[in-house]
């Protein structure tokens, strides 16, 4: 039987079990390989996989599963799965920064596709951080959702409107949320929750669809959801 999680990355680590999956995460980090901490430490279930990634410096929800069919349908772009971030910024937007996050920026020579963008009303009910933020001045929160994933888009877009990136934390995919989640802590997906992200398609190793073990993992690193 198929074991899919809902998991709450906290900052500071990596979206692998080992840092040999992500070298290219951890060569840009001080003595890369005695401080980086990993999934190997929360308990999760042998044999799951990420389904897409969350940056090192990145929070909140992880979907891991050992279904190589739910793992495609969460990481295809074809599918366009929506993926909710709250994300802290330092500056106070206008309405023209917001919609030109709406319709696109580019970014390293890259149009981002149009998406969902606004500012919160005061700070979300998340829990603070390992590192505090120290911003330097005053800072907003904004919720954008993408149906995209490029490498540390999410970053990379509200810099290209002024707006740098303090914190940012994925809080859901599709209808999956961090609800009830604290960092670290992990549940398993309902039957319901995996009905609605495959629209009612049956998950099961059998489907013609899953993949192997190796093929997983390739699925997991190649069709990346990164922010």
């Not at 979206?15 to 005695?34: G, I, K, V």
């Not at 149009?114 to 998340?126: I, K, V």
């Not at 990379?156 to 914190?167: D, E, S």
Request: hydrophobic letters at 35%; one cysteine or more.
């Amino acid at each position: 039987m198929s074991r899919s999680i809902a998991f709450f990355k906290p900052y500071g680590v990596l979206s692998s079990f080992t840092h040999e999956e992500q070298p290219e995460r951890a060569a840009h980090l001080p003595n890369a390989a005695a401080t980086k901490r990993t999934l190997s430490e929360f308990g999760l279930p042998k044999g799951v996989y990420a389904a897409g990634r969350l940056d090192y410096d990145s929070e909140g929800l992880l979907i891991l599963s050992d279904d190589g069919y739910l793992i495609h349908r969460l990481t295809d772009p074809r599918y366009k799965l929506p993926k909710t971030y709250y994300v802290q910024v330092e500056g106070i937007p206008d309405e023209a920064a917001l919609e030109r996050l709406r319709r696109g920026v580019t970014i390293k020579g890259y149009r981002t596709l149009p998406c969902q963008a606004r500012a919160l009303d005061g700070t979300p009910d998340l829990p603070p951080r390992g590192k505090p933020i120290t911003p330097h001045g005053p800072t907003t929160w904004l919720e954008i959702v993408l149906r995209e994933g490029k490498k540390r888009q999410v970053r990379h877009m509200t810099a290209a409107v002024g707006l740098p990136t303090l914190r940012l934390v994925r809080v859901a995919i599709g209808p999956i949320t961090l609800a009830g989640l604290a960092p670290g802590q992990w549940r398993d997906l309902s039957q319901s929750e995996l009905d609605s992200i495959i629209g009612g398609d049956s998950i099961s190793h059998s489907h013609p669809s899953s993949l192997t073990p190796k093929r997983r993992r390739k699925a997991s690193f190649e069709l990346t959801s990164r922010s």
